[in-house]
């Protein structure tokens, strides 16, 4: 699959090399890439950076979502040719249930239909990947969050990647300073790796996306609950550091009903009818904090993603789909100072 380091944003097969080989290979990121100021600045840095970002309109969990996913997929040149006899993880956002609060989780429809369009594709396997901050329990936020019997009745298996084993793999970003990240092996082995994160925003990084989703897949037997030394290390910094070192493949976004204010779990449900799907996480989390009518410039790992990771201004990003206005909602986020960059003016 595509490489977010490459400026080519076309499919690749990983033919023989796995995940684990891939990330093995050299080409690691330069210390001390700080924010860069100014458009001007960031235009430059984007020159030849390119990426499609597809925008699906479902109105309920009962749309039939393994059409639009399949549809999606299409659209971003992701097809047979990309996913057959590769082994696909799905990586949802699980991070924590309460009665009632459906809207704090991927939901399981979406990511079922997920699974769904990557069969029909003749994946070799498609399987559920998660390790969640909050609770320790895994089997307890599969229950109460009705994911594990929607993907058990889907013949979809789920790994527990907050006690898979590890292995210790160079850093590619360095913005943490870790020398090396603690990846699930489970993940290493993976051919294709989808965030399916649910929209929202978040009372530190002001938007949690498909790049922040990534947090999950970083095990809670080395990294604590919830994730305390990636937080020590500044959620912005780690953030990307993950992205650069696990390169993720693409990102099905939950924004059917997305969560506006005391995010990632705290926060009020926001009724936004939108399935986002791209190849390149930054344009899928530029794209999706626009449809919150929020500012990307204020998204601090969005601006250091810049030309790095991948685009994020609106000239380098090709919408297809819905567009933007379309489906854009205003979400309110928390009246904190260090949020305060995000807000756009009522």
């Given amino acids: 699959m595509a490489n977010p380091t490459s400026s080519d944003d076309a499919p690749k097969s990983s033919g023989?090399?796995?995940?684990?080989?891939?990330?093995?290979?050299?080409?690691?990121?330069?210390?001390?890439?700080?924010?860069a100021g100014g458009s001007l600045w960031r235009r430059r840095r984007e020159r030849g950076?390119?990426?499609?970002?597809?925008?699906?309109?479902?109105?309920?969990?009962?749309?039939?979502?393994?059409?639009?996913?399949?549809?999606?997929?299409?659209?971003?040149?992701?097809?047979?040719?990309q996913i057959k006899n590769k082994r696909v993880l799905l990586k949802p956002n699980l991070v924590e249930t309460a009665i009632g609060k459906a809207h704090i989780n991927t939901h399981p429809n979406l990511v079922v239909a997920a699974a769904e369009a990557f069969r029909g594709l003749d994946a070799k396997e498609v399987f559920i990947a998660e390790g969640q901050g909050h609770r320790r329990d895994s089997w307890l936020v599969l229950d109460e969050s009705g994911m594990g019997?929607?993907?058990?009745?889907a013949g979809l298996h789920f790994v527990d990647l907050n006690h898979d084993d590890v292995e210790p793999t160079p850093n590619r970003g360095n913005w943490t300073g870790l020398d090396k990240l603690h990846l699930p092996k489970t993940l290493l082995a993976a051919d294709v790796v989808v965030s399916m994160p649910k929209l929202k925003t978040h009372h530190w990084a002001g938007v949690t996306c498909a790049m922040k989703n990534l947090f999950g897949v970083m095990p809670g037997v080395v990294y604590g609950w919830p994730k305390n030394v990636l937080h020590w290390a500044g959620i912005p910094n780690a953030i990307l550091d993950i992205n650069a070192t696990v390169r993720p493949d693409l990102a099905i976004v939950d924004g059917i009903v997305g969560m506006e204010g005391d995010g990632p779990i705290m926060g009020g449900a926001k009724q936004v009818g939108a399935v986002v799907i791209g190849k390149n996480l930054p344009a899928v989390d530029a794209t999706c904090t626009r449809i919150m009518?929020?500012?990307?410039?204020?998204?601090?790992?969005?601006?250091?993603?810049?030309?790095?990771?991948?685009?994020?201004?609106?000239?380098?990003?090709?919408?297809?789909?819905?567009?933007?206005?379309?489906?854009?909602?205003?979400?309110?986020?928390?009246?904190?100072?260090?949020?305060?960059?995000?807000?756009?003016?009522?």
């Fill in 16 to 35: 023989k090399l796995t995940r684990r080989q891939a990330l093995g290979i050299g080409g690691v990121f330069a210390v001390g890439w700080g924010l």
């Fill in 293 to 346: 009518h929020l500012n990307v410039s204020g998204v601090e790992y969005l601006v250091a993603a810049s030309g790095r990771l991948g685009p994020i201004l609106k000239n380098n990003i090709l919408q297809t789909g819905e567009t933007i206005a379309q489906v854009r909602r205003r979400f309110n986020v928390l009246d904190l100072p260090h949020l305060a960059k995000i807000r756009r003016p009522s």
């Fill in 149 to 153: 019997r929607a993907i058990a009745e």
């Fill in 49 to 81: 950076r390119r990426a499609e970002v597809f925008i699906g309109k479902a109105d309920s969990y009962d749309a039939d979502l393994v059409a639009l996913v399949a549809a999606g997929l299409k659209r971003i040149g992701v097809g047979r040719n």
